[in-house]
């Protein structure tokens, strides 16, 4: 689209911020403050000093925008005390036309929820034929979703309070993540309206525009490590709001994120345009560290299926329908058979799973059919956040093929199956069928098997795994938990079998060797 008349976007600053229109205040005045009229003490002061703002706002804004979209375009201006300032104006009837577009896509919905399912000449009776509606996804509810979202995209209030929201988490000056410090941009919340937005300017390469191989852009090896540390970063960063926090910047593509050079010469992240931050409920965080964990641990789909109903993520009559809930099944083992790709297996062998590779791009393929066709509970914007982490995962792969996601995921779910913030059964019985057995009991292949697989993932080696298990509160006890269950077993197959008196110095090895077994990696 094309962009808007730079002088109808100072009109509208001047209107917004000088005349105050939008919020129905008294205009900013130049004359003096008094005590016995007009606005006098601390509130005239900072009308004087907004005045002053607002001035110097206008005087120093480009002359073109530095960056246009289909609903508003942003300038460059300067502002004495606060520095260079990004000015964001919303497009001159655009609410009007997404009114017009809303109201549109409702009618086509409303119609082809209408439509009836095509006849089948099958007999077998299968899920599919039980359909009534062509079309089995809820279009008007959806579409409903998505309507609101863009409308609250419209009211750069909102956009200023989700930069405050995630600055309050995120960022390097002020957050308190122990994961995340990124630069996010101050906002000049004096200074937004409805249709203005002001804050602080970063300097910085979008990581669309750095991102290229060495063989493509001539770069020296150590800018292409630099910047695939960066697309790590990235990574790491999105991951973290999505497993840890649930605070989500909803679109973390490539053009919104910044390559930003600090004082020392080093490089950190940036992020830009805050329309849309997601909240993902503790159910959704839970349902992915389980199924990530189940199937590349256990590969096990039933268990996977069965989660999503557990969590509440997919309708009840989906679960209860035993063809409905087979075909989820099917549909999920072809998904992960998509994604998750495992190397060959090496002859001579003997049960081991090599680190699988995972496709986001397939991924997000067979998620955009399932989510539809079983009316998956999903928060809004999620597929748009997973194709933002399939981007980076594919700049990630041009850098170094090598790169495998799952590297920088291990961390986040080996602690959330840990710890189990949400306190959640699910997790909990996640966690003990990693390593018992179906009749309950503690089974060392599949403990031998959690470790060996964790440190391929990683990267790391088994006792660093194993270190990591128990650096934390609960992986201590759970820890404990296992060597107890199992020494009380040995003594218990034993008891009877000893003479206590005359062995007792090899029933202490046997003790020694047992306790340790675990770590005896």
């Not at 256990?298 to 309708?315: K, M, N, Q, W, Y």
Request: include cysteine; aromatic fraction near 6%.
């Amino acid at each position: 689209m094309e962009p808007f008349d730079n002088d109808v976007a100072k009109e509208i600053i001047l209107a917004e911020l000088l005349l105050r229109e939008a919020n129905g205040k008294e205009p900013l005045s130049s004359s003096p403050s008094s005590s016995s009229g007009g606005i006098g003490g601390e509130e005239g002061h900072q009308q004087q000093a907004m005045l002053k703002d607002v001035e110097a706002l206008v005087s120093t804004i480009t002359d073109t925008p530095v960056a246009a979209a289909s609903i508003g375009q942003v300038y460059k201006a300067n502002i004495p005390g606060k520095g260079d300032v990004a000015v964001k104006v919303q497009r001159p009837g655009v609410r009007t036309l997404v009114e017009r577009d809303s109201e549109l896509l409702l009618t086509v919905a409303k119609f082809v929820e209408s439509l009836p399912a095509l006849p089948s000449s099958s007999s077998t009776g299968d899920a599919a034929n039980k359909q009534t509606r062509l079309i089995n996804t809820e279009l008007v509810s959806t579409t409903k979703e998505f309507m609101s979202r863009i409308f609250e995209e419209l009211d750069y209030r909102k956009e200023a309070s989700n930069i405050a929201q995630f600055s309050s988490l995120y960022s390097r000056r002020d957050g308190t993540s122990k994961d995340v410090s990124v630069i996010v941009p101050k906002v000049y919340t004096e200074l937004c309206t409805e249709n203005v937005l002001v804050m602080e300017w970063i300097d910085g390469a979008k990581l669309s525009d750095v991102t290229g191989t060495a063989s493509n852009t001539g770069e020296q090896s150590s800018t292409v490590e630099e910047n695939l540390a960066l697309v790590k970063v990235a990574i790491d960063s999105t991951l973290s709001q999505l497993l840890v926090e649930g605070i989500l910047h909803a679109d973390p593509h490539a053009g919104n994120l910044l390559k930003v050079k600090l004082e020392d010469d080093s490089v950190t992240l940036g992020y830009l345009d805050f329309g849309i931050v997601s909240t993902i409920p503790e159910q959704v965080r839970d349902a992915l560290i389980c199924s990530v964990a189940l199937q590349v641990f256990s590969r096990d789909v039933d268990a996977v299926s069965s989660l999503f109903g557990e969590l509440r993520l997919i309708p009840q009559h989906i679960l209860d329908d035993d063809e409905e809930r087979a075909a989820l099944a099917e549909a999920l083992e072809i998904t992960f058979e998509n994604s998750l790709l495992y190397p060959e297996a090496t002859a001579g062998e003997d049960d081991t799973t090599a680190i699988p590779d995972l496709k986001f791009d397939k991924l997000l393929d067979s998620l955009s059919r399932l989510v539809p066709r079983f009316q998956f509970d999903l928060p809004p914007y999620f597929i748009n956040n997973a194709r933002a982490l399939s981007t980076l995962e594919g700049i990630a792969k041009s850098l170094d093929p090598s790169f495998n996601v799952l590297t920088i995921m291990y961390p986040y779910a080996l602690s959330r199956l840990l710890k189990n913030p949400s306190k959640s059964e699910v997790v909990a019985r996640t966690l003990q069928s990693l390593i018992r057995s179906e009749d309950g009991k503690i089974d060392r292949t599949k403990i031998r098997r959690l470790l060996r697989d964790s440190a391929l993932i990683s990267g790391q080696s088994k006792q660093r795994v194993v270190w990591d298990v128990l650096k934390t509160k609960e992986g201590r006890i759970l820890t404990r938990g296992i060597i107890g269950e199992e020494v009380g077993t040995y003594f218990g197959r034993n008891d009877g079998k000893r003479n206590v008196k005359s062995s007792s110095n090899k029933q202490r090895r046997k003790m020694n060797k047992k306790r340790w077994y675990y770590l005896d990696l």
